[in-house]
């Protein structure tokens, strides 16, 4: 599990490839808030978190797969994660700041997250 990333991994870069080529800028992991956001829009008050569908628990095949060993495990760690996301979501809306999932599935269509992108963030940059 040390090997696992929790900044930079290759969903959150081409998310961040993407809102960057539509001309928005953003912070990158601010430690200052609930669950240190992949991509703040300070300015918008909105934040883009981009999940892999196995570690959070999405209901794709993806998010579906689980290990065979050491079941306990891992079944335990999931419902934490999906736990901590829930919290900081709550967080995050109690503080003001809109909320926008992207899933590591949902970029397999680039032209979907993109319109997607664009309808949470407005078009003004």
């Not at 959150?12 to 809102?19: N, T």
């Not at 419902?79 to 003001?96: A, F, I, P, Q, S």
């Amino acid at each position: 599990m040390r090997s696992v990333r929790g900044e930079d991994t290759t969903p959150e870069l081409a998310v961040r490839r993407l809102v960057h080529r539509l001309g928005f800028r953003f912070k990158l992991h601010v430690r200052s808030l609930p669950g240190k956001p992949d991509l703040v829009f300070p300015s918008r008050s909105k934040i883009i978190m981009v999940h892999g569908c196995f570690w959070h628990g999405h209901c794709c095949r993806g998010g579906r797969n689980r290990p065979t060993s050491n079941v306990k495990y891992w079944s335990e760690k999931l419902e934490r994660n999906r736990k901590r996301d829930r919290y900081v979501n709550r967080e995050l809306k109690r503080l003001g700041w809109s909320v926008l999932r992207v899933w590591e599935c949902e970029l397999r269509n680039e032209s979907r997250v993109t319109k997607k992108l664009v309808q949470f963030l407005g078009d003004g940059r």
